[in-house]
Each structure stands twice: as C-alpha cells, then as structure tokens.
T-cell receptor, first 116, second 115 residues
Framework: GAGVSQSPRYKVAKRGQDVALRCDPISGHVSLFWYQQALGQGPEFLTYFQNEAQLDKSGLPSDRFFAERPEGSVSTLKIQRTQQEDSAVYLC??????????????FGPGTRLTVL | AQKITQTQPGMFVQEKEAVTLDCTYDTSDQSYGLFWYKQPSSGEMIFLIYQGSYDEQNATEGRYSLNFQKARKSANLVISASQLGDSAMYFCAMRENTNAGKSTFGDGTTLTVKP
C-alpha cells in the first residue's frame, strides 16, 4: 500500500540491548515525526525531520535515544541500552509539506517495543 | 500545565445515538490547530477532523463535528448516529504555530458503543 510503514511491528528486547526501529514514510513526504505511546496514554512527541534535517529533538527522553533520516526518506529510531521504561508503542507519521499547523499527519501502524 | 485535557477516561453510548467527547486546551499562541484522532484496538491513528484557531465555522466531516468554543478553550468532538465500529480510543491533539512540528495529545477517551 501507499501508507506509512514501520518495522518491525513487534520487538522484544532484553534490558541493556540496543534496538533500531524503522519508518518508511509516504513517498515524497517532506516531514517525518516520531512519537512514543505508553500503555493507556496519548502519544508523546519525540522528534521531527524536515527532509534530512532534524529540526526538533526536544522530546527525546535521554541521550540513549537517537533518530536519523540520512537521505530524507526512511528514518530509523535507535534506542541504546534499553530500559524497562522504554516499553511502549513507537509511532511514526509523515506529512506532505514542511510542518505547519494545518497539515495532516499520516500515521504508521507503530512498533510495539517490550523490554524485559 | 497540561496542554490538552480529556476528562472522560471512558464513555458509553447506545448505537444510533449521538455522543460528545470533551477536550480543553491551553495555549498562548494566537494561531493553532486542533485535531481529533481515532485509535482502534489495532493501533493505527486515524485522522478524523481538524479545526483551525481562526476558523469561524465549526468543522464537520460526515458524522463528526467539532464544537469549538475559543473563549472557553474547548474543542469537543460530537459523533452523531453512533455505530458499533466507532468503539475505539479517541485523542484530541493540538499543534501551535510557534512549534508546528510538535503535536501535543491528550490522554484519550475510550468510547464503547452498545448495541
């Protein structure tokens, strides 16, 4: 399909392991967003890219979290030395243009990360 | 302070009836957008409706309408003629012009439609 895809859909990691979560936005979409959604809560903003530039990373909870989008399309969210509190669904979204108040964001299905 | 507040953790509605989901927000920006999303148990976030802060008319999209009361900083979602497939989690979100890359979400309301 032509929507946002994320892989893997489910990831189980042992505490201390590094994980990498992938997001394929809709082709041609300029903006890409990452969110963290803990169980029973709303999504929390992590970071935002406009093409390959990371314009806002204020939501990344610690320096163990790192995101990149080197060619302005696919993005990877990396979590180093995972902790149990990192267990959540990680949502990726993209929008056609640069981020503006009224732009619609299209969400992927999410990656459910469980840290044991 | 919470930027988006959804005070109803859970709501029930009878099939074919209307239901209102509450959302209040807090911002000092003059320009901002308000969004409602539906998240079924499968997990995907589905965009429902958008209201801009300068829009004079309340937004409507099919069975969804947004009751926007700017002075009260509220943006309630009204679903008319509820269907069983409307059972899901509903999130209110805001984007402010001073930081348009960042959406702020409420904690959601779980809606259950009874047959």
């Amino acid at each position: 399909g032509a929507g946002v895809s994320q892989s893997p859909r489910y990831k189980v990691a042992k505490r201390g392991q590094d994980v990498a979560l992938r997001c394929d936005p809709i082709s041609g979409h300029v903006s890409l967003f990452w969110y963290q959604q803990a169980l029973g809560q709303g999504p929390e903003f992590l970071t935002y890219f406009q093409n390959e530039a990371q314009l806002d990373k204020s939501g990344l909870p610690s320096d163990r979290f790192f995101a990149e989008r080197p060619e302005g399309s696919v993005s990877t969210l990396k979590i180093q030395r995972t902790q149990q509190e990192d267990s959540a669904v990680y949502l990726c979204a993209s929008s056609q243009d640069r981020a503006q108040v009224y732009n619609e964001q299209f969400f992927g299905p999410g990656t459910r990360l469980t840290v044991l | 302070a919470q930027k988006i507040t959804q005070t109803q953790p859970g709501m029930f509605v009878q099939e074919k009836e209307a239901v209102t989901l509450d959302c209040t927000y807090d911002t000092s920006d003059q320009s901002y957008g308000l969004f409602w999303y539906k998240q079924p148990s499968s997990g995907e976030m589905i965009f429902l409706i958008y209201q801009g802060s300068y829009d004079e008319q309340n937004a409507t999209e099919g069975r969804y309408s947004l009751n926007f009361q700017k002075a009260r900083k509220s943006a309630n979602l009204v679903i008319s003629a509820s269907q069983l497939g409307d059972s899901a989690m509903y999130f209110c979100a805001m984007r402010e012009n001073t930081n348009a890359g960042k959406s702020t979400f409420g904690d959601g309301t779980t809606l259950t439609v009874k047959p």
